[in-house]
Each structure stands twice: as C-alpha cells, then as structure tokens.
C-alpha cells in the first residue's frame, strides 16, 4: 500500500476531471452494472501513468462523443476494487496503469501497460478518442 499523502495528488489528476473513485468489489460491481459505456483507469504510482496515461486520459475527453460514466481504481492502493476491475478486464493481464471501455458492462477496447509507456499523451488520446467514437 502506498502512502495517502502519497497517491492523493495523482488520485486529484483524475477526479478532478469528472472521475470516480471505486474503493471496493461491490462498487466496481455496481459500476460495470450501470447501461451505457464506462470508461474504467487503473491509476498507479509510475512515471508512465503521470506522464502518458493520466494526461492522454484528459486531453481523450475533449471530444465530442465521451463515455457516460468514469471511474478509477488506484493500483497498489484499492486493492479489492482494484482485483474486481482486473477480473473484467481478462482475457488481458493485469497491469497498471491501464485503460478499459465497458460498453453494458462488456469489454469493448483496452490499452494496456505497454501501449502507454514510452508512448506520448496525445497519442493515446487518439486511440482513445477512436474507441469513444466507435462505442459512445
């Protein structure tokens, strides 16, 4: 677990823009539940999430067609809610950070670990600008 004081700025970075955070399995449930699309960030501590995922997250939701719903889990730190989102999101591997469209609770588009590191912010806005287009 990481430290509050720690994770609290990085948590900001995306609630501060529309985002839910989902501490537990039943809230991730209840999430995953809801009709319409969910845009779900597996947030962490790493240079790639501050740099790629958080920022090209943001800029994606600049456009026209957005999902309906955010929502986040914080790796390393909502551990249950963090295991249920993952458990969605198979058959991909967990990683973090990580970016998962639900479209009625069924995955429909992910971007893994390493489709972020080392690749730009926009770019991954761009993927993620596609997908909103292709299920929102």
């Known amino acids: 677990m990481y430290p509050e004081e720690l994770v609290k700025p990085m948590r900001e970075e995306?609630?501060?823009i529309g985002f839910n955070e989902l501490a537990t399995s039943e809230d991730v449930s209840k999430a995953l539940a809801k009709s319409g699309t969910t845009l779900v960030v597996v947030n962490s501590v790493c240079g790639c999430a501050a740099a790629n995922a958080r920022p090209g997250v943001h800029i994606s939701l600049q456009s026209e067609k957005t999902p309906d719903q955010l929502v986040t889990v914080f790796a390393g730190v909502d551990t249950e809610a963090t295991k249920s989102a993952r458990d969605m999101m198979v058959p991909f591997p967990p990683s973090s950070p990580s970016i998962a469209l639900f479209k009625d609770g069924?995955?429909?588009?992910?971007?893994?670990?390493?489709?972020?590191?080392?690749?730009?912010a926009a770019l991954i806005a761009e993927n993620l600008k596609a997908a909103y287009n292709d299920h929102c």
């Not at 995955?107 to 670990?113: A, D, N, S, T, Y």
Request: proline fraction near 6%; avoid cysteine.
């Open 106 to 120: 069924a995955l429909v588009h992910m971007i893994e670990r390493h489709h972020i590191e080392g690749r730009p």
């Open 14 to 16: 995306l609630t501060n």
